[in-house]
């Protein structure tokens, strides 16, 4: 007996777009993204396309009108509902261009809900480009099977991230002068948690004892060694997601 073919199928490429989905939804695809679906993926008249808009789950859409340089996406079935994911949040300071961009890409594929970059004294970069940074997250978002981005904030300053501290987030703080072990600090606080990695030339003495003269801070060691920003930023997400996150 044949197998019966797996629906949606599991090659169907992923599409994040602006349009908000709904059945019977027409999603008029140009650009870049119609660029990917006909001339990289090979996508023909009533193929499936997975899309996803962040708020309405992940929809199966089947490609219409293909052109050259355009097609149409019509929503058929809801796939999958919103996802909830563990609520974590990145703070980090800008770093270099390709680093940051890696701790976007990898904050997403982790489950990050929110990244807060955060503006410190000793940053070697003091400007952000958002819109190369949303691109980064909806790269990810598409591959890892998110059916939201994390939310991206503007970049603040230290002495405003504190003062505006939300009441019940822990402020995990990576502190490369010193902390105390990760895991028996992470089980002893549970519950909404946010990650705070400095820059390349990390804190200074005063923001340090700014941050650890927060109530909500808990500083914490990642290990003997000094990280590069973006492997702390990276392991102690994971570390999170495995001690207090959704990989248990
Ligand atoms: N230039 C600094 C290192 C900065 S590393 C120095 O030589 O001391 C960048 C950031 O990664 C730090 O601010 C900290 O938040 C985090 N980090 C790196 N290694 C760490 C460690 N072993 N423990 C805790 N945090 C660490």
Redesign the pocket.
């Known amino acids: 007996m044949p197998a019966t073919p797996a629906w949606p199928p599991q090659s169907a490429p992923r599409l994040h777009v602006e349009t908000q989905l709904g059945e019977g939804v027409a999603v008029s695809v140009d650009g870049n993204a119609a660029h990917y679906l006909i001339s990289v993926m090979r996508v023909k008249a009533d193929d499936i396309v997975l899309l996803f808009d962040g708020r309405s789950g992940e929809w199966a859409a089947r490609a219409r009108d293909i052109r050259k340089r355009d097609l149409v996406l019509m929503c058929e079935a809801q796939t999958r509902t919103i996802e909830q994911v563990p609520d974590f949040w990145l703070c980090c ?1 800008p770093i270099r261009k390709g680093r940051i961009d890696l701790i976007a890409e990898k904050a997403c594929e982790l489950g990050v809900a929110r990244i807060q970059p955060v503006l410190t004294r ?1 940053a070697v970069v003091d400007k952000l480009n958002l819109d190369r940074l949303h691109a980064h997250l909806v790269e990810a978002a598409e591959q890892c099977g998110r059916t939201a981005l994390p939310e991206l904030r503007e970049l603040l300053k230290l002495d405003a991230l504190l003062r505006d501290w939300p009441d019940g987030r822990h402020l995990f ?7 105390m072990p990760l895991a028996q600090e992470l089980a002893a606080h549970r519950g909404p948690a946010a990650l ?8 200074d003495p005063a923001e340090r004892e700014a941050i650890r003269a927060h109530p909500a801070a808990v500083p ?10 973006e ?3 990276i392991a ?1 997400t994971a570390a999170w997601m495995t001690l207090n996150g959704d990989w248990q």
Request: no cysteine; hydrophobic share 45%.
């Open positions: 300071a000793r703080f990576a502190d490369e002068t010193g902390g705070l990695i400095g820059p390349e030339g990390g804190f914490l060691s990642l290990g003997p060694r000094i990280l590069r920003a492997t702390a930023a102690a």
